[in-house]
């Protein structure tokens, strides 16, 4: 999910730096026989791109932190540890980098055009944000794995809910575990999310929540 949010920012960063551009610098739009500056409409594009910026970060916002208090939520898991401190740096950096970005994104686009307040007003939001789970990170343990009777649940810097409904087959490839389902499904997570120690506990718990005649571990996912 985190993922498919920063390649959507990234694709919608595109055309409205060019757009910035053009207004800041009021430069000439051949095509439609005008100039930045005298664009129709410009402040209503630029309010609608500021809006959707607000509903893709906020949406983004939301899900993580309701994943991390749902995950926190331990008394409802058969199994609930934190992420491995590995997996907790990673985090960390990727936050950092997402803050960083969007910062320098955000005056960016700010010191090209101030017609574009509210899509940087919404970037430095999304900064913000970062940086508090980044520092609830390092502060409490909201990164967590944890086991219930219907699914695997992981939160950290985004939330990946893997249903044990349809599962046929697991199995440790490189650094990912996979989750196969019928109809060709495949779902996968991280394998250091799970620190060494608490590897042969998951082990156990997952098997004991699926029916062993119809999910196949692999030997790779039996000896992790």
């Not at 409205?16 to 664009?39: A, C, H, N, R």
């Not at 893709?56 to 939301?62: K, L, M, S």
């Not at 810097?157 to 349809?166: A, N």
Request: glycine letters at 4%.
């Amino acid at each position: 999910m985190n993922k498919f949010i920063n390649i959507l920012l990234l694709l919608l960063s595109f055309p409205t730096m060019l757009l910035s551009i053009y207004v800041g610098f009021d430069m000439p739009i051949e095509f439609f026989k005008t100039t930045g500056q005298q664009m129709p409409f410009k402040i209503e594009v630029f309010m609608i791109l500021g809006i959707l910026y607000f509903v893709i970060i906020v949406r983004r916002t939301v899900k993580r932190w309701m994943g991390a208090k749902m995950v926190s939520a331990v008394n409802r898991f058969k199994w609930n540890v934190p992420v491995s401190k590995d997996r907790k740096k990673r985090v960390f950096v990727y936050l950092g980098l997402e803050a960083m970005l969007m910062t320098f994104m955000a005056l960016a686009l700010y010191k090209t055009c101030y017609e574009t307040w509210l899509i940087a007003s919404a970037l430095v939001f999304g900064s913000i944000d970062s940086v508090l789970f980044l520092l609830f990170g390092q502060l409490k343990n909201i990164y967590r794995i944890g086991i219930t009777k219907q699914a695997l649940v992981i939160a950290d810097r985004e939330v990946k809910v893997l249903y044990f409904s349809g599962l046929r087959e697991v199995t440790l490839h490189s650094d990912s575990i996979y989750f196969d389902y019928k109809d060709d499904l495949q779902l996968t997570f991280p394998s250091n999310c799970i620190s060494k120690e608490d590897r042969e506990d998951f082990k156990v718990q997952l098997e004991a929540q699926v029916n062993s005649d119809r999910v196949f571990f692999s030997e790779s996912f039996k000896n992790m």
